[in-house]
Nanobody, 127 residues
Framework: QVQLVESGGGLVQAGGSLRLSCAAS????????MGWFRRAPGKEREFVAA????????AYADSVKGRFTISRDNVKNTVYLQVNSLIPEDTAVYYC????????????????????WGKGTLVTVSS
């Protein structure tokens, strides 16, 4: 049974930082591109960041470039999202996503073809 379990969310003041983690089990982690999405209150789910199978390529939404960093550890089967310089607009439930990719350098930037989703972790940024 495949599981993606996010952790690391919480309440933080504007300007603060958090490190989100997503632990994967039940799948061959190294053949999946990984990503983070978020859903803010009253809004549609949106892409945040993604990383290729090998970790060599990454992609970010314009709204988080320079503030968020995605990384992965293929030994620990975990993907991370370091979120810095948080603003109230970053308040959302953050979801981890996995998509099987045939190329080690590919990554995804939308939710098409996502094979697995986590249940999310809530990040609340106070002003």
């Amino acid at each position: 049974q495949v599981q993606l379990v996010e952790s690391g969310g919480g309440l933080v003041q504007a300007g603060g930082s958090l490190r989100l983690s997503c632990a994967a089990s039940g799948l061959t982690f190294s053949v999946f591109g990984m990503g983070w999405f978020r859903r803010a209150p009253g809004k549609e789910r949106e892409f945040v960041a993604a990383i290729s199978r090998s970790g060599g390529k990454t992609a970010y939404a314009d709204s988080v470039k320079g503030r968020f960093t995605i990384s992965r550890d293929n030994v620990k089967n975990t993907v991370y999202l370091q979120v810095n310089s948080l603003i109230p607009e970053d308040t959302a439930v953050y979801y981890c996503a996995a998509r099987f990719l045939t190329s080690g350098s590919d990554y995804f930037t939308d939710s098409v073809g996502i094979h697995y989703w986590g249940k999310g972790t809530l990040v609340t940024v106070s002003s």
